[in-house]
């Protein structure tokens, strides 16, 4: 019960007492999960919540590329627009277009890549393992891949396939599974 | 999304065939009489017994069976599904990504998948010939030529093109690509509600995956909530949960499920997954 709990249990008491509610309401839902020999199998499960285990991760450690943009932005924007642009070069390549119209900026990376459709071509970017993330015109080296477009690209169709001449770098967008990459082709004309 | 669509059935994974025989083994053992086959046990009075003893309840197993023997048994089907993703901050925190995800089958072969989020959408069509995967917001749909039935096709877009069919398992179930003999634990965890519907949650582990399926009872036995927990990544073990509700029976017209490029679509590439 208590990990599930937001409130301190202190806390919770003592809100509970204030507003005149039984203390005894987790005991009822204890006695509902209770009964039943089986049960037991449940709430004793060694795999239950260690949360020992949480900051053990290899795997979390093992994206070298996911430090790059933590915390961009924290709180500092959240209750004003004003100072936004202030903040923009931080953030350099990521999150400039993340912004939809709220003044919240979002925190969260999403771990191993991530296109969202929301800015169409020009969709924000988490880090990508071995795939870069927004697409630096300097930097295109064919065959490599990025998850996101630089902006003021052309879609241009080549027997039947779609490709993106962005300033003279071509790419082809493709699924890889329900995921857009760009890959960095020859150019097609 | 890199966090995986959580499916339980794994294809071509040797563990599957190490772990059958062991797991035979533990369910010629077991009772299968009753639900709580601990129950005749004299209650311990101190604390419960280390966990080392996996019990696989073949009541529960049955109840497995009998719903994929059910969804097999559905010409037809729609499924809506509210989805919550968990995700693992770099700080340890779990925070939560939701989807909605609709899913109409004719069977054997015609099958469409829409997963809609905030930030993503997609759309997933098969009418017995090709799938086609489509981002409506992007403009872009690639396809691919598929095989003769949802299962196969269900096999192929994951195997071949990395392409994970959410919620795959309501076609595997009830087939030899859900291999109910890699289960190594199943327990009952007793009747809950899922959107006002009585079920029973069946908790069960296998090599890689712990799994939860709450299964409605009566003649219906739908799956009506699904947890998936992967335990060989990630050690903090982020859920996937989805909440079902079905329209058993009931699915669009065939022409539905034919994808029909909208004005100002572009066709690109699908990859194939490295072999």
Known sequence: MKTNRILPAGVAAAVAVAIGLSVSAPADARDVKGGGGARNNVSSGANRSPAANRDAGPKREGNANRDTNINRNTNVNRDTNINRNTNVNKNTNVNVNRDRNVDIDVDVNHRGGWDNDWDDHHHPVATGMAIGATAAITSAVIGSMVYSLPPQCQTVVVNGIGYNNCGGTWYQPQYVGTSVQYVVVAPMQ | ?275
């Open chain 2, 1 to 275: 999304m890199k966090q995986g669509l959580g499916k339980i059935a794994m294809t071509g994974r040797s563990a599957r065939l190490a772990g059958a025989a062991w797991a035979a083994g533990v369910m010629l053992a077991v009772n299968g009489a009753a639900w709580a086959q601990q129950a005749a046990a004299p209650a311990p009075a101190v604390a419960p017994a280390p966990a080392t003893a996996a019990v696989v309840n073949a009541k529960a197993v049955e109840r497995l069976n009998a719903m994929g023997a059910y969804l097999r048994s559905l010409k037809a089907f729609t499924v809506n599904a509210d989805v919550t993703v968990e995700e693992v901050l770099d700080s340890g925190q779990k925070v939560e990504n939701a989807l909605a995800i609709e899913i109409a089958a004719r069977m054997p072969d015609k099958l469409r998948v829409s997963t809609t989020s905030a930030e993503r959408s997609r759309k997933i069509y098969y009418d017995g010939k090709t799938v086609t995967i489509f981002g409506e917001k992007l403009g872009y749909y690639g396809s691919f030529p598929a095989p003769a039935t949802i299962a196969q096709t269900v096999d192929v877009a994951a195997q071949k093109y990395g392409l994970e069919v959410p919620l795959a398992d309501l076609f595997l179930m009830g087939t030899d690509k859900f291999d109910t003999k890699s289960i190594t634990e199943a327990i009952y965890v007793g009747p809950q509600l899922i959107g006002g519907v009585l079920c029973d949650q069946l908790a069960f582990r296998q090599p890689g995956v712990d799994w939860q399926v709450c299964i409605e009872r009566g003649k219906a036995p739908l799956p009506r909530k699904l947890v998936v927990t992967g335990t060989d990544g990630d050690p903090a073990q982020p859920v996937r949960r989805s909440i079902l509700t079905w329209k058993a029976g009931s699915a669009p017209d065939a022409a539905a499920f034919t994808f029909v490029p909208p004005k100002g679509a572009t066709r690109i590439a699908v990859k194939e997954a490295a072999k």
